[in-house]
């Protein structure tokens, strides 16, 4: 095939990463601005002011930030643990099952979010958690869950059994082949599976909105507060700060998404 | 791979699958009630009142149309920018590399934080409307086209296509470098020219290969909720938003008819995975 022109490429290049970077950029600019009038390219102030709440927690945001980390950081773990296990059952399925399987994880990834929140809500409130942090972290799972499932039913799906048969003939049992075996070769899947379940947790709003009754705030609910007051150098630094982790967790985890496409694909 | 093992039984992998997908299931089936007014708030006992509401409502369905056009228009845009994005970078040299890492760069922003950032650069105050004042493009934050809450839905499409398209470059980038080339060597054996290349064998793997990763992101931007709050205008009304407002009512009667918006979304949603199980597996069994 005739080789793309290097201009071209350099241009299509240029442009990707202005169009990936130059929104984050605005938004870090912002939350270090304290005046910004249009038509003014460049902040006419700059403060610290808006980041102050790293020293203070007392801060609405600082607190947000902590309850969003905490369901986060459980929520990945869940879903990354059950996802193992619920994946592995479904990867050694066959035919219609293995296909009627996946369809049925597919559910709570395909459900919209505010569909699953608003049928969640009636037995999470019955059962008490309605407005406290356990109903949510409950409710940041069953996404999170699902793709967690689907992902391990993809890395499942090319697991070579041999080598858990192997430790059985040499005497070992369910639970030494598990955590002898299976779960060290697994050990960057559920690295990758805790990141996935992470992200899926902290960008929940729905969910958080319906199940937490306004009584367990979150960073992206504060994020949407400050638009609706007007406060948007306080709505960019909320911005930048949920933007951190899953850029971080992304690069550490190795784009966790990349083998998605397993089942995906 | 292969079950090794047959004897294993069956019913622990459907049992997984339930336990995943109960949650959404218990879900449905008290959506459902409540669509009947058997639970949930104000409900009076069997009746099809929300029902007939709902579905005598036009903002029920400029709401549902607006909200499969939005979700259309961000698919497709994403779709042929990662496709073409694929194509035009699919080689191994530094600037193809980097221009791959910016492309999926994005995918690490929560969707939330896109939606922020569009309304931010696309307001008539914002980013683009200050550049283009620098450019002497305009004078006034009025000479700025409506970008954000427009009725078009213009912002709401862009900022969803530029968040759905580093996850559908990575499927492409991933989908040409595995199928494409072998293809593409037997078309260019066969004598096709460059275009016919492109044409018989590229566009078509890309194609299959993207289509079941679309239909998700379809599905997924069709019930997406927080960047329709910030950038969907209030007529029409988004299918989450209108869910949402209804659900919120402080009148409890009408806050039945959420159950019955509920229903339309999971229908909407519903209609997705079974489109994307069908291509899924066409693409498996290479139909």
Same mark, same amino acid.
């Given at each position: 095939m005739k080789r793309t022109r290097a201009l071209p490429r350099v241009g299509l290049a240029v442009a990707l990463a202005i169009g990936a970077i130059l929104p984050l950029a605005f938004l870090v600019v912002l939350s270090v601005s304290a005046e910004w009038f249009y038509p003014a390219l460049l902040p006419g102030q700059w403060t610290?002011?808006? @980041?102050?709440? &790293?020293?203070?927690?007392?801060?609405?945001?600082?607190?947000?930030?902590?309850?969003?980390?905490?369901?986060? &950081?459980?929520?990945?773990?869940?879903?990354?643990?059950?996802?193992?296990?619920?994946?592995?059952? $479904? =990867?050694?399925?066959?035919? @219609? +099952? +293995? +296909?009627?399987?996946? =369809?049925?994880?597919?559910?709570?990834?395909?459900?919209?979010?505010?569909?699953?929140?608003?049928?969640?809500?009636?037995?999470?409130?019955?059962?008490?958690?309605?407005?406290?942090?356990?109903?949510?972290?409950?409710? %940041? $799972?069953?996404?999170?869950?699902?793709?967690?499932?689907?992902?391990?039913?993809?890395?499942?799906?090319?697991? #070579? @059994?041999?080598?858990? #048969?192997?430790?059985?003939?040499?005497?070992?049992?369910?639970?030494?082949?598990?955590?002898?075996?299976?779960?060290?070769?697994?050990?960057?899947?559920?690295?990758?599976?805790?990141?996935?379940?992470?992200?899926?947790?902290?960008?929940? *709003?729905?969910?958080? &909105?319906? $199940?937490?009754?306004?009584?367990?705030?979150?960073?992206?609910?504060?994020?949407?507060?400050?638009?609706?007051?007007?406060? #948007? %150098?306080?709505?960019?630094?909320?911005?930048?700060?949920?933007? $951190?982790?899953?850029?971080?967790?992304?690069?550490?985890?190795?784009?966790?998404?990349? +083998?998605?496409?397993? *089942?995906?694909? | 791979m292969e079950n090794p093992d047959p004897r294993e039984p069956e019913v622990k992998g459907l049992l997984a699958a339930i336990l995943v997908a109960g949650p959404v299931l218990v879900g449905l089936v008290y959506s459902l009630l409540g669509s009947f007014s058997v639970v949930g708030p104000g409900a009076t006992g069997f009746s099809l009142r929300h029902i007939q509401v709902v579905l005598a409502d036009s903002t029920t369905w400029w709401g549902t149309l607006w909200t499969v056009w939005i979700a259309l228009a961000s698919t497709t845009l994403a779709t042929v920018f990662a496709m073409g994005t694929a194509v035009a970078l699919r080689g191994e040299r530094g600037v193809d590399r980097f221009a791959r890492l910016a492309a999926v760069m994005p995918l690490a922003v929560p969707h939330v934080v896109a939606g922020l950032g569009a309304l931010l650069v696309l307001s008539q105050s914002g980013l683009l409307a200050r550049l283009a004042f620098a450019a002497n493009l305009q004078t006034s934050p009025s000479d700025m086209p409506v970008l954000t809450q427009d009725r078009y839905g213009i912002g709401l499409i862009l900022a969803l296509t530029w968040k759905e398209l580093p996850f559908l470059a990575l499927i492409a980038f991933s989908v040409i470098a595995r199928r494409g080339p072998a293809l593409e060597e037997t078309a260019r054996s066969l004598g096709a020219g460059a275009l016919r290349t492109f044409r018989a064998a590229t566009l078509p793997v890309l194609w299959r290969g993207l289509l079941p990763s679309s239909i998700a992101v379809f599905t997924f931007v069709a019930g997406n909720y927080e960047v329709a709050a910030l950038l969907a205008p209030s007529s029409p009304l988004a299918l989450p938003l209108l869910t949402m407002e209804r659900y919120t009512d402080s009148a409890l009667g009408v806050r039945g008819e959420a159950f019955v918006l509920v229903l339309l979304a999971m229908l909407v949603s519903l209609c997705g995975v079974a489109a994307h199980e069908w291509t899924a597996n066409k693409v498996e069994t290479g139909e």
């Open positions: 610290s002011a808006n @980041w102050n709440f &790293l020293g203070r927690g007392s801060a609405v945001i600082f607190s947000s930030l902590g309850t969003s980390a905490a369901l986060a &950081l459980s929520a990945g773990f869940a879903s990354s643990i059950a996802g193992l296990f619920a994946g592995r059952e $479904i =990867a050694r399925l066959q035919g @219609w +099952r +293995r +296909r009627f399987a996946v =369809a049925l994880a597919f559910l709570p990834v395909a459900v919209p979010p505010l569909a699953l929140s608003i049928g969640l809500q009636y037995s999470l409130l019955r059962s008490g958690m309605g407005g406290r942090f356990i109903g949510v972290l409950f409710a %940041h $799972i069953v996404p999170a869950l699902g793709y967690t499932t689907l992902f391990f039913a993809g890395i499942f799906a090319v697991f #070579d @059994w041999r080598v858990e #048969d192997e430790a059985r003939s040499l005497g070992a049992n369910r639970f030494d082949v598990l955590r002898r075996v299976t779960l060290p070769l697994l050990r960057r899947p559920l690295v990758e599976a805790f990141a996935l379940g992470f992200l899926v947790s902290c960008a929940q *709003v729905p969910l958080t &909105l319906l $199940i937490g009754q306004g009584l367990v705030n979150t960073l992206p609910l504060e994020l949407m507060s400050y638009v609706s007051a007007g406060q #948007d %150098h306080l709505a960019a630094t909320a911005g930048v700060i949920l933007t $951190i982790p899953p850029l971080a967790l992304l690069i550490v985890a190795g784009l966790a998404v990349r +083998r998605l496409r397993v *089942v995906i694909a | -």
